[in-house]
């Protein structure tokens, strides 16, 4: 069931937050990138649709950038207490998505910009004329190889 990238954008403010981690807004898209890309190889499904471009420093869901860039590179300080019960992940799900979470905002914001730099499904949009879209499908491909 694909949810709202805001919502799974917020799911990860209230985690890093509860956790005494705050996260920038460009850690946020690395991060969600991550989810969306080990969540499509691991159970064949979005886990949210909205699109995730190729942008100059890594993957970028465009509605969630504009919805964070008035941190611009500070890191995000809000909560969302009721966003588990809105989103309804399975224990499954939870525990695969809490460990990308936890994993990724370890990394400094340039060692994302540098780690999916070297990936396949960003460097494809980026130097693609036509699109500079990321797509599910090159996603998918890429991190069940991984």
């Known amino acids: 069931m694909a949810r709202e990238a805001l919502d799974v954008a917020k799911y990860v403010i209230h985690k890093c937050h509860c956790d005494g981690k705050a996260i920038s807004n460009l850690q946020l ?26 942008w100059k420093f890594g993957p970028v869901v465009p509605n969630i950038y504009y919805a964070y860039n008035k941190y611009i590179a ?10 588990e019960n809105m989103l ?16 990724k905002r370890e990394l400094s914001v340039w060692q994302l910009v540098e780690l999916t730099h070297k990936e396949k499904p960003w460097r494809q949009a980026y130097t693609d004329n036509m699109s500079n879209t990321i797509t599910q499908r090159s996603m998918m491909d890429f991190f069940l190889n991984e």
């Open 29 to 54: 898209q690395k991060i969600l990138y991550y989810m969306q890309g080990l969540y499509l190889a691991n159970f064949k499904e979005p886990l949210f649709e909205d699109k995730i471009e190729a």
């Open 74 to 83: 500070d890191n995000i300080y809000e909560t969302y207490p009721d966003i």
């Open 88 to 103: 309804r992940f399975s224990k499954e799900e939870k525990e695969f998505l809490d460990k990308i979470i936890i994993e």
